[in-house]
T-cell receptor, first 115, second 114 residues
Framework: NAGVTQTPKFQVLKTGQSMTLQCAQD?????MYWYRQDPGMGLRLIYY???????DKGEVPNGYNVSRLNKREFSLRLESAAPSQTSVYFC??????????????FGPGTRLTVL | DQQVKQNSPSLSVQEGRISILNCDYT??????FLWYKKYPAEGPTFLIS?????DKNEDGRFTVFLNKSAKHLSLHIVPSQPGDSAVYFC?????????????FGQGTRLTINP
């Protein structure tokens, strides 16, 4: 049981390049999330998917797109990377329900640098 | 607009003593509050939570207190251990269209000194 996995772990891009961050979970969770963490800012929600087939914008969606490929996988795409997107990206998943014990489980993160 | 704030970027505590981490929020519509712990090069892991209808929740060495009138919560760790050295994030939840949305504070780096 691997939990939430993310690939790649590290990536360096040049301004204008595109890339896709991959995320998969094996816990049969319904909801999946993408966050970015910047120094002094905590984690901020980029996009989320409440269930397979649905996606919605979070707090900072500009410059990103997402795809909920199936129940297990949720990818984040940067079409034209900018230095402001240099950050650590975390994927998370959560089972359905409104109980607070259904906490979000986080992957190990992808450290992205845009030059 | 920062809806959840942790005003102390860092905290240093001696091993065996109490660690108190603080968090303030502005949105009275939050219904649950959570604390996450994060080690370097790892994702955050859930630590403890509290419902907005309660004022205290305890789990082993960890206790979270909620003061709704002050819009303030705190995490107490007693006794503090070297393995507790990590970054702690306070988070608040809102439910929207079937999904739980977390709003995080900036984090507090806790260092436990032997």
């Amino acid at each position: 049981n691997a939990g939430v996995t993310q690939t790649p772990k590290f990536q360096v891009l040049k301004t204008g390049q595109s890339m896709t961050l991959q995320c998969a979970q094996d816990m049969n969770h319904n909801s999946m999330y993408w966050y970015r963490q910047d120094p002094g800012m905590g984690l901020r929600l980029i996009y989320y998917s409440a269930s397979e087939g649905t996606t919605d914008k979070g707090e900072v969606p500009n410059g990103y797109n997402v795809s909920r490929l199936n129940k297990r996988e949720f990818s984040l795409r940067l079409e034209s990377a900018a230095p402001s997107q240099t950050s650590v990206y975390f994927c998370a998943s959560r089972s359905a329900g409104t109980g607070v014990t259904n906490e979000q489980f986080f992957g190990p993160g992808t450290r992205l640098t845009v030059l | 607009d920062q809806q959840v704030k942790q005003n102390s970027p860092s905290l240093s505590v001696q091993e065996g003593r109490i660690s108190i981490l603080n968090c303030d929020y502005t949105n009275s519509m939050f219904d649950y509050f959570l604390w996450y712990k994060k080690y370097p090069a790892e994702g955050p892991t859930f630590l403890i939570s509290i419902s907005s209808i309660k004022d205290k929740n305890e789990d082993g060495r960890f206790t979270v207190f909620l003061n709704k009138s002050a819009k303030h919560l705190s995490l107490h760790i007693v006794p503090s251990q070297p393995g507790d050295s990590a970054v702690y994030f306070c988070a608040a939840t809102k439910y929207f269209q079937g999904a739980q949305k977390l709003v995080f504070g900036q984090g507090t780096r806790l260092t436990i000194n032997p």
